[in-house]
């Protein structure tokens, strides 16, 4: 079974702090995933990596880095945190094996910014 | 950019009821896929259907590419299949999956 993690749950924070949210996932996937998941906006995509040391925006990259240096890993950075992105932070993989790119999910890390 | 439309946003069942959740969509797409998002945030994958039809068990669905539309059906529904219901398509041509709303489902005992 493909398995994705992400490093918290839940997790607190303060205005202005660096915040890490860390996604491994164990199936050699070339590609992984940020959204995020608000009420009445659905999920939203912030980053995509599809390859090791590659990323593209999403739609919403704003206030938000990602890094990816090493295949199995992905994780998104909040440079100065805001009350704004007090939100559901889900991680996805996929492989890339010509079209069929399905998509899993990580179990989401539910951020709160003070 | 594609358009993704579910409906009905929100459906309360009594057990044992079956159900069909509708996702539309804006434009030609490669690849569809259904989720389930339980009470705890996970989104489970249900299917992976561009096209044709699929089932898994009380679930199944059928993507009409060329209409522009998937559905999923829910049979004999029990208060485990509570939840959210996303429907995502892939923007062809690039790596992003574009999500509708979501159908939010109530199962009563």
């Known amino acids: 079974d493909v398995k994705v993690t992400q490093s918290s749950r839940y997790l607190v924070k303060r205005t202005g702090e660096k915040v890490f949210l860390e996604c491994v996932q164990d199936?050699?996937?070339?590609?992984m995933f940020w959204y995020r998941q608000d009420p009445g906006l659905g999920l939203r995509l912030i980053y995509f990596s599809y390859d090791v040391k590659m990323k593209e925006k999403g739609d919403i990259p704003e206030g938000y880095s990602v890094s990816r240096e090493k295949k199995e890993r992905f994780s998104l950075i909040l440079e100065s945190a805001s009350t704004n992105q007090t939100s559901m932070y889900l991680c996805a993989s996929s492989f890339d094996r010509g079209v069929i790119k399905t998509q899993y999910f990580g179990p989401g890390t539910r951020l709160l910014v003070l | 950019g594609i358009q993704v439309e579910q409906s009905p946003p929100d459906l309360i069942l009594q057990e044992g009821a079956n159900s069909t959740l509708r996702c539309n969509f804006s434009?030609?797409?490669?690849?569809l896929q259904w989720f389930h998002q339980n009470p705890w945030g996970q989104l489970i994958n249900l299917f992976y259907?561009?096209?044709g039809t699929k089932q898994n068990g009380r679930l199944s669905a059928t993507t009409v590419a060329t209409e522009r539309y998937s559905l999923l059906y829910i049979s004999s529904s029990q208060t485990t299949d509570s939840g959210v219901y996303f429907c995502?398509?892939?923007?062809?041509?690039?790596?992003?999956?574009?999500f509708g709303t979501g159908t939010r489902l109530k199962v009563l005992a």
């Open positions: 259907i561009p096209s």
């Open positions: 434009d030609s797409v490669n690849n």
């Open positions: 199936m050699d996937h070339e590609n």
């Open positions: 995502a398509v892939e923007n062809p041509g690039t790596y992003k999956y574009i």
